[in-house]
């Protein structure tokens, strides 16, 4: 099969850690029969530079004519630091979620067996976690009315949702808990706001066409309370934008390392994957970034294209860097690893998945020219 794939590579670290999922999907390409063809295009502070705007035309057309889109990732010091900048990166990302309909932002945290002594929490809380966040991404606060008094003294931000935005992304949250755990927690504000009061009503309704899976609630500081406390009693999390976005975050922490973490931003056409991590700037062009959230990335596009032994060999080869300790030094301080060579290692173990995998040519690893021997 032939696939479009549109790159967006975007700012700081974007670039050198989507190279690396590049490197995942050409191997599954070469190792099952399937051609990825990719086109890039600019987002972002790259992409106000050169153009002047975050999200050009050109960019929104490459992404829909595409058959999915990889992101790497958005932000620059000189517009994050200037509070008077009317053009700003994560302009791009908002507009890009809103003309594609990416409104389902999907966020898997998952605690890996042989890195649960990198978080900063306890062994014995995070073991067993495997969770899901479903993050409603097009509505809420972050699209609503924005007022500004004339003296600059009031601001105001409208959280609004309708019915079919809530009804949407709750039917995929039950579906993906029918696979899972057969668990839904609807992260919700409901003693406070009345948006969170239409939240409640709407998934309680969809819930009855689920009877297989449970449905229950957390108020969200509860919930954030709750992720740090007990995490894998979670399965599958809804919630809407802003607790969304703030949850999964938190998330990230458990896994010891934020490069751990994946993404899908989904609607009913074209599908966005992205590392949750920012652009990272500092570590721009110095080879240490995490590439593993951004291959893992890759795996939930292969999956989403219908491609779900490939996703499950990516997956597996993600495993299998991360338990023979070939990762970069945000997992083990003393790593002789970089973003390139984990993508090579990764890359090479794709093409390789059957084969014993008991010694390591660790010399060519670090030469850029990963081998299994």
């Known amino acids: 099969m032939k696939y479009t794939i549109a790159l967006l590579a975007g700012d700081g ?36 530079d050169q153009t002047g705007d975050p999200l050009p035309e050109a960019t929104l057309d490459v992404c829909k004519r595409s058959n999915a889109v990889l ?16 053009v700003r990166p994560e302009q791009g990302l908002l507009k890009l979620r809103k003309e594609l309909g990416l409104f389902t932002n999907i966020r898997p945290v998952k605690a890996y067996e042989t890195l649960l002594d990198k978080s900063p929490l306890k062994k014995d809380i995070i073991e067993g976690t495997d969770m899901v966040i479903y993050r409603e ?7 609503g009315e924005k007022k500004l008094s004339e003296d600059g003294t ?14 949407r992304i709750a039917h995929l949250a039950f579906k993906a808990a ?25 998934v309680t309704t969809i819930a009855k066409s689920y009877e297989d899976v449970a449905l229950d609630f957390l108020f969200v500081d509860n919930a954030a309370m709750q992720m740090i406390l007990n995490p894998s009693q979670f399965d599958v999390i809804l919630t809407e934008n802003m607790f969304g976005d703030i949850i999964s975050d938190e998330g990230s922490v458990i896994g010891g390392s934020i490069g751990l973490l994946a993404s899908a931003s989904v ?24 590439p593993i959230a951004s291959v893992l990335s890759a795996a939930m596009l292969l999956a989403h294209l219908g491609l779900h032994e490939e996703a499950a060999t990516v997956n597996k080869a993600v495993e299998r860097a991360i338990e023979k300790q070939i990762v970069t030094s945000d997992l083990n301080k003393n790593s ?38």
């Not at 029918?178 to 003693?191: I, S």
């Not at 794709?350 to 081998?371: C, K, P, V």
Request: aromatic share 8%; net charge negative.
């Open 13 to 48: 670290i974007g670039p050198e850690v989507v190279n690396q999922a590049v490197k995942a999907l050409q191997a599954v390409g070469d190792t099952f029969g399937h051609e990825f063809e990719f086109e890039e295009a600019v987002v972002g502070a790259i992409a106000i």
């Open 267 to 290: 609607g009913n056409d074209v599908a966005m994957f992205e590392p949750i991590h920012g652009s990272f700037p500092q570590g721009a062009g110095k080879d240490i970034a995490n």
């Open 178 to 202: 029918r696979t899972r755990k057969k668990k839904v927690t609807l992260v919700d504000k409901a003693n406070v706001l009345e948006s969170s009061r239409l939240w409640r009503r709407v």
């Open 71 to 86: 992101f790497g990732a958005i932000g620059d010091p000189k517009y994050d630091n200037n509070p008077d900048a009317k």
């Open 137 to 143: 991404l097009t509505g809420g606060i972050y699209f």
């Open 336 to 373: 002789e690893y970089g973003t390139n060579s984990v993508g090579d290692y990764i890359a090479n173990t794709i093409a390789n998945i059957d084969e014993e995998t008991t010694r390591i040519n660790h010399e060519n690893i670090n030469f850029g020219r990963s081998t299994i021997i």
């Open 154 to 167: 009031v601001a105001s931000d409208l959280c609004e949702y309708s019915e079919a935005e809530i009804e």
